[in-house]
């Protein structure tokens, strides 16, 4: 009879792991990324997370990285505890299909970075976050004027491009 019973116990954690994984690949589609995508972001392979939707259960580190991604606790990915209320990200207003791969790329490896960027001290990630400010800046107005460029705007436009790369060279 004892047999029986571990057998039923390996059954229920069986079942109980492949929900997991289901959870954690509904999080990941949530998300709106490719495996691969998710695996960059959580610093794992591919087949890692392939392995984890599959229903081996991530360690407890990754657990809490993949709930703080999806906005919900890990008690709900391992128990299907009532999720909490999910936060909007400003990404969720446009679906993944719309958003081109670079931009895509892009916002994994940010992502990855707001994960790698928790542990700093704080004054640490103000000037982390100051200087991708300006990084972000000056890419919109170059991509800017290279879309005027591409729209025709010709030498007026070739003209305020090589001005502002001037201005950019100069301390």
């Known amino acids: 009879m004892a047999a029986h019973a571990s057998f039923v116990d390996h059954q229920r954690l069986h079942m109980r792991a ?3 994984g ?3 690949g509904q999080i ?3 998300l709106g990324l490719t495996q691969g995508e998710f695996a960059e972001l959580l610093a794992v392979t591919r087949a890692s997370i392939a392995r984890y939707e599959a229903g081996r259960v991530p360690n407890l580190r990754l657990l809490r990285q993949i709930a703080r991604l999806g906005g919900v606790s890990v008690g709900w990915i391992l128990q299907d505890a009532p999720p909490q209320k999910p936060r909007r990200t400003r990404d969720e207003t446009t679906s993944p299909p719309d958003i081109p791969e670079p931009v895509r790329s892009l916002l994994v490896f940010l ?5 790698k960027l928790a542990p700093l001290p704080k004054e640490r ?9 300006e990084l972000v800046a000056r890419v919109k107005q170059d ?3 290279y879309r005027h460029l ?9 003209r305020r491009s090589k001005q502002s790369s001037k201005q950019r060279r100069t301390p």
């Open 143 to 145: 991509l800017e004027e």
């Open 18 to 20: 492949t929900e997991v």
């Open 22 to 24: 289901e959870r954690i």
């Open 28 to 30: 990941r589609e949530k």
């Open 125 to 133: 990630r103000k000037r982390y976050e100051d200087r991708l400010l």
């Open 150 to 158: 591409l729209e025709g705007g010709g030498a007026q436009s070739r």
């Open 111 to 115: 992502r990855a970075e707001r994960i």
